[in-house]
């Protein structure tokens, strides 16, 4: 246990992926040169991503003990200087905004990895999946994703957990940008390759819409850099003329550096660069009209993927806005809180509405994520205590939640190889411990009090009341809507009559259960003690919107 | 008399410093004179391929023992500076590379590869004193010296119908460019009455404030600056010069379209750099606005639309290509519009930029055509679908292959994003400057640029991972084990200098220097 420190724990659960991937990928480059056998292969490459995505997580729930929050502030921070010329470190740390982020991520990835693996399986349903690989294609049997060229999966898997990692740990404004960018690679494959029918159109899409969003933060961030002034560097000098260290440009934003700087086109400086920030990381929210992607992506991506997706990476969107917009730019976020609390509602409503026609249950999960993560936009733009707070939760919450939808709808799409809500119909009677867990899932995910959805959707609303009384009175509408749209997706589902074409079907099995218990048991403790989360996050959050000029 | 012997001496002291070119000249005759030995022997090229590295060697290593600091040679004919020596090694990086592609492949037949060879060194000879020229006529000559070599090159497939056609294309284009630019030339040489480039600025002020009317100075200025691009604008292969280009590319021996996409593109901008950077905006460098230069003329705003429209058309036009030379062809365009960004924003910062991706560039450009030869050796074909299944057939040549397109796109961690970045915060270094909304504008479309142009390298990205075989692979032929070592040693370099790029920038910055008089 000596293992983890406060200097390293944050790059030790950053880079032990990193190093699987490694391994895996000289493996992979061992059995071209030596001959090894594809099984062997394939199985190391599984224990290797099982190992490394789980000291990962045991690095990240380290960091999440070692944080402490009477201290408040950056904690466990590692620092190097990585390229002087352009005053750039390796500049690690976390505070209240991203410890939970940490957390999750590491949870979320060592759980997606473990739904990565063929294993722990009974012989009917592994026969179901088709994850008997008996070594040939047939079109009319498509293999499981995970017995399909393996280690690839496993080192773009690794790769994929790294780059979460590190954009939330990276307290330098370039390292995030790398980190940011590096996360896009192996999803565009993890999409790709072992995605579904329309996988090529998904994945594209998923990386051009990505991409135009982070080039225009690009520069944003080059834009900010110019503007800031010296500050220490890792080594004890001074930097040659700018700085990249978040910290620091936000010590420089409540002296006014950047409120002060000349306009770009005729628009205030801090404005146009909110405005670039604001869009690359509204495209990863997804904000309306920017969400287009999700769905697409989500309905592609093997299961693990859509955990990772919902869980993790829509998480960061607000997560950048909140380190970069509001710590750096507190002025403009003050100008734009009302339109990002319009953008809010406008996800939350609309997005809901737009599941209550959706047909594939996999497209309904991922519009809920479209409407979930708008109330953490409503929340965050009223800038109060509980409004900010809650939207943090609430990434935590939805972090949770939607992971376990994405995997419940794997666990029948596997079984039927459909997901198509009309074709279910009485499931309840053949899968009993499936449909519990599934109510849960559910349940939680539209707020029922005592699971974790409902704390952080009523401090939102509780958090914004105040100040856009009108928006949340819109936005609380939806609460019905939600209700509805998974009320009637159970209904369709799990109860009446059985449709015969199910009988017989296998209920949940070990790899199942692994993934789901542990979510299971976070969505009912986070219901009656979200303090756990909130006691974390709150010192800094609260300073952070201390510092925006109020309304 | 002794007038006529001082320049003789001048002449007889600059030889000293002219080494790494007269071996080069030398190097072209010595190999000529090989290519007569070993008829129908089967290690011929390795040895003529060793011959012409040797010489590529021995010019390095007069290269590498030439005294540092700056002097005019050659009665202010060429210069030895810096900046020229930072693109002499690009030159002999990119030559020595291209030997190696071409030695072990397909495109040239063992009995005429030491052709070859000779004028691939004649070319490296002219790129050489490109970067180093600084007199118009200088200028004019070195360009005209890799034209002619170029030509040839490009129709080396005597009995191809497209090389036939690259080859006569590029001779009209070029001859109408290199005629349009000495035309240019001549109206400078009229108006200033000088053609070094050191005293350009001098004799543009000088002539400013001596009566002459204002508005017609100018705009002769103005229209000789255009014309003088069009030579520029034609090696570099920008927008609207770059006609030629796709189909030269196409018809052209793959390994010379790899060196060609780099070599005289770097020269072109060395000549670039000198002439606007380096004459036009004065020797005492006061940073130019984007619509004022030195003698008001706004080169800094027409080389600026140049680089939005080039890199604009180039990646529009690539996103429809189906064949991969063409494609990368589009692409280079597209390369040499982001380059141009460098150049209009006039800065060291701008000029350091364009080296740090000049650099970066040759070693993604030649991997990227090095996978080219290698999968139209298996299947005859440079189209996309041939690309199919890549990664299974043959997995270093596709993942190399990816590393280099995403590189090209500017992703990070690769080395791409290093010399896009510095592209980029050249550019709005300058915003807060006059005006600098047009340098905004011009950062907007270039990262706008950087992702379409994403759409066109997944495309070959998606066939290679994602899509299944278009046809049943042929048993594709053993790799030659030099091109397993290029790609990988081209692969890494990319992923290396994307982490870690300090020993570029300390290079560059060392070899700002350019000789200004």
């Given at each position: 246990?000596y ?59 380290a ?5 402490d ?80 060229m393996?280690p ?21 404004m ?191 999960i ?31 919450t ?9 995997l ?86 799990f ?29 009912i403790?986070?219901?009656f ?5 909130l ?17 | 008399?002794t ?97 190696l ?17 000779a004028?691939?060194?004649a ?7 490109m ?25 080396f ?85 770059h ?48 619509g ?33 030379k ?7 365009i ?40 290698l ?33 090209l ?11 896009k ?97």
């Amino acid at each position: 246990m000596y293992l983890f420190t406060d200097g390293n724990v944050l790059s030790l659960a950053t880079f032990f992926p990193l190093a699987g991937a490694a391994v895996i990928v000289l493996l992979m480059i061992a059995r071209a040169m030596l001959g090894l056998g594809k099984g062997l292969v394939d199985q190391a490459s599984r224990w290797i991503a099982l190992v490394t995505s789980g000291l990962s997580m045991a690095a990240a729930i380290a960091a999440w003990s070692l944080y402490d929050p009477k201290l408040g502030g950056v904690q466990l921070v590692a620092k190097a200087v990585w390229i002087r010329d352009f005053n750039v470190e390796y500049f690690v740390g976390a505070d209240g905004i991203s410890i939970s982020m940490i957390l999750l991520s590491g949870l979320i990835s060592f759980i997606a990895t473990i739904a990565s693996m063929p294993w722990w399986g009974s012989h009917q349903a592994n026969e179901m999946a088709g994850m008997h690989d008996d070594g040939h294609e047939d079109p009319h049997h498509p293999k499981h994703f995970s017995v399909r060229m393996v280690p690839g999966y496993m080192a773009m898997l690794l790769l994929l957990q790294t780059g979460m990692m590190g954009t939330f740990a990276s307290l330098d404004m370039f390292l995030f940008y790398v980190f940011w960018e590096v996360m896009l690679l192996p999803m565009y494959f993890l999409i790709g390759v072992w995605g579904g029918p329309r996988k090529e159109y998904a994945a594209i899409k998923f990386f051009l819409y990505t991409l135009a969003g982070s080039v225009l933060m690009l520069l944003a961030i080059i834009a900010l850099y110019y503007t800031s002034q010296p500050a220490l560097l890792a080594d004890g000098t001074m930097s040659n003329l700018h700085t990249f260290n978040i910290l620091e440009m936000a010590k420089q934003a409540q002296a006014g550096v950047f409120a002060a700087a000349a306009p770009i086109l005729g628009f205030g400086f801090t404005k146009i660069v909110f405005i670039g920030l604001f869009i690359g990381f509204a495209i990863k929210i997804p904000m309306f009209p920017f969400h287009t992607w999700l769905p697409d992506a989500h309905v592609e991506a093997p299961t693990p993927i859509s955990v990772i997706l919902a869980g993790v990476l829509l998480k960061m969107g607000i997560y950048g806005i909140l380190r970069f917009n509001y710590a750096i730019l507190p002025d403009a976020t003050a100008w734009a809180a009302n339109a990002m609390a319009v953008f809010g509602v406008i996800n939350i409503v609309y997005a809901a509405f737009v599941c209550l026609a959706q047909k594939d249950l996999k497209k309904l999960i991922a519009y809920s994520s479209v409407s979930h993560m708008g109330f953490s936009l409503l929340g965050m733009a009223a800038m109060t205590p509980q409004g900010i707070s809650g939207a943090v939760l609430n990434l935590f919450t939805h972090g949770i939640i939607s992971p376990m939808l994405f995997l419940i709808v794997g666990v029948i799409y596997d079984r039927a190889h459909h997901r198509e809500i009309e074709k279910f119909g009485g499931l309840a009677t053949v899968l009993p411990e499936y449909t519990a867990i599934m109510g849960l899932a559910f349940f939680a995910s539209l707020g029922l009090p005592g699971l974790a959805g409902f704390v952080s959707e009523f401090m939102v609303f509780s958090g914004a009341f105040p100040v856009f009384t009108t928006y949340t009175i819109i936005s609380a509408t939806s609460v019905i809507i939600t209700a509805a749209y998974y009320l009637w997706a159970i209904h369709r589902m799990f109860l009446g009559k059985l449709n015969q074409a199910y009988v017989g079907y296998p209920d949940l099995v070990w790899r199942e259960r692994l993934t789901l218990y542990p979510l299971a048991a976070f969505c009912i403790v986070l219901g009656f003690y979200p303090q756990m989360i909130l006691s974390m996050i709150n010192g800094s959050l609260h300073e952070l919107i201390r510092n925006i000029r109020p309304l | 008399m002794t007038h006529l012997l001082s320049l003789v001496d001048v002449n007889l002291a600059s030889v000293a410093a002219f080494r790494p070119e007269l071996t080069l000249t030398f190097g072209a005759m010595f190999l000529f004179i090989l290519d007569l030995f070993w008829k129908g022997h089967p290690g011929r090229p390795a040895r003529l391929a060793t011959g012409a590295l040797l010489v590529l060697g021995v010019a390095a290593w007069f290269l590498a023992s030439q005294p540092g600091g700056s002097r005019l040679l050659f009665n202010g004919m060429i210069a030895t500076d810096g900046f020229a020596t930072f693109f002499k090694w690009l030159f002999l990086l990119a030559a020595a590379l291209t030997v190696l592609i071409a030695a072990p492949g397909k495109d040239f037949p063992p009995q005429r590869i030491g052709e070859f060879y000779a004028l691939l060194m004649a070319m490296v000879l002219g790129l050489f004193l490109m970067a180093s020229a600084t007199d118009l006529l200088m200028v004019y000559l070195s360009i005209e010296l890799v034209s002619l070599c170029s030509y040839v090159l490009a129709g080396f497939k005597k009995n191809d119908r497209r090389a036939a056609e690259a080859s006569l294309k590029y001779v009209i284009y070029g001859g109408v460019a290199s005629g349009v630019m000495l035309f240019g030339m001549s109206y400078l040489f009229g108006l200033l009455g000088t053609t070094s480039l050191g005293e350009l600025a001098g004799h543009i002020r000088h002539l400013q404030a001596t009566g002459l009317p204002a508005a017609a100075t100018k705009l002769t200025l103005v229209v000789a600056v255009v014309l003088v691009t069009a030579g520029v604008g034609y090696k570099i292969a920008a927008v609207p010069w770059h006609m030629w280009c796709p189909d030269v590319y196409e018809g052209a021996p793959t390994p010379f379209t790899a060196f060609l996409s780099v070599g005289p593109k770097a020269a072109g901008f060395a000549v670039a750099l000198r002439l606007f950077y380096g004459a036009l905006s004065g020797p005492s460098a006061v940073a130019p606005g984007f619509g004022e230069a030195v003698g008001s003329i706004p080169w800094p705003a027409i080389i600026g639309i140049m680089a939005a429209v080039t890199m604009t058309l180039g990646n529009l036009t690539a996103l429809a290509q189906t064949n991969l030379k063409r494609l990368l062809a589009y692409s280079s365009i597209a390369h040499a519009g982001y380059m141009l960004m460098g150049l209009s924003a006039a800065s060291d910062r701008g000029t350091q930029a364009i080296m740090i991706y000049l650099l970066i560039y040759v070693v993604m450009n030649l991997g990227a055509f090095l996978v080219v030869i290698l999968v139209a050796e298996a299947t005859g074909s440079e189209s996309i679908l041939d690309y199919r299944g890549l990664a299974r057939r043959h997995p270093l040549a596709a993942t190399a292959f990816a590393i280099f397109l995403f590189s090209l796109t500017g992703i990070p961690p690769f080395a791409g994003f290093v010399g896009k970045w510095y592209l980029f915060v050249a550019v709005l270094d300058r915003v807060p400057g006059p005006s600098g909304n047009w340098y905004a504008v011009l950062a907007i479309i270039g990262a706008i640029n950087s992702a379409i142009s994403l759409y066109y390298y997944v495309r070959v990205i998606r066939a290679m991972f994602i899509d299944l075989p278009y046809a049943e692979p042929r048993q594709a032929p053993a790799t030659p084990l030099m091109y397993q070592v290029l790609l990988s040693a081209s692969a890494v370099a990319v992923l290396v200098f994307g982490l870690w790029w300090t020993p570029m920038v300390d290079w560059t910055a060392a070899s700002l220097h350019i000789f200004k008089g």
